[in-house]
């Protein structure tokens, strides 16, 4: 099972929603708030009981929304942008990529599953501290992927590659 894959499949993620995502306002929002904006949807429990189904529900709206919320952007050079394309290109090219890149976003997604194991359990146990740090040990993997997406959507524009969805940048 490809789980990067699953990821794209279970979010819908077309061609149009790409594009949008690839807006900077898009991937900086989400980077920064998917995790955060879960976490308190599920600690929010302690205060709320049954109806922290809510503020969980809404969180995935929210996961799903964001990639559809922002308009496409003029320009594709911001950092962030280079991050989402570089996805899009690792997701649809995998075996045309460098095995380096391959390597390396298996392993960071690796990496981030220590943090957030620490992560799930302190929110099972109610150890605020646990839930907090098992987040940023599973954020910070997942910031060097993006940065390993840039990496890996300059050297395929600059090998003169389109990118799926977009054509040529």
């Known amino acids: 099972m490809d789980i990067f894959k699953g990821a794209e499949r279970l979010l819908a993620m077309d061609d149009r929603t790409w594009r949008r995502h690839a807006n900077p306002w898009s991937g900086i929002t989400r980077f920064g708030t998917v995790l955060p904006v879960l976490v ?10 049954w109806w922290a189904l809510i503020p969980i529900g809404l969180a995935a709206i929210w996961i799903w929304l964001n990639p559809r919320l922002f308009p496409e952007p003029d320009r594709l ?3 962030m942008s280079r991050a989402v394309l570089g996805e899009r290109i690792f997701l649809e090219h995998r075996a045309d990529i460098a095995a380096h890149h391959v390597t390396a976003a298996k ?5 981030s599953i220590p943090g957030a194991i620490l992560m799930i359990w302190g929110l ?8 907090l740090f098992g987040m940023a040990l599973a954020i910070l993997p997942k910031a060097w992927f993006c940065d390993r997406m840039v990496w890996l959507h300059d050297g395929w524009v600059r090998q003169g590659q389109p990118i799926p969805g977009i054509g040529t940048t």
């Open 77 to 79: 050079d911001h950092w």
């Open 124 to 131: 099972v146990v109610l150890w605020w501290e646990a839930a």
């Open 40 to 49: 308190l949807a599920i600690w929010s429990r302690v205060w709320l009981g």
């Open 107 to 111: 392993l960071l997604s690796l990496l």
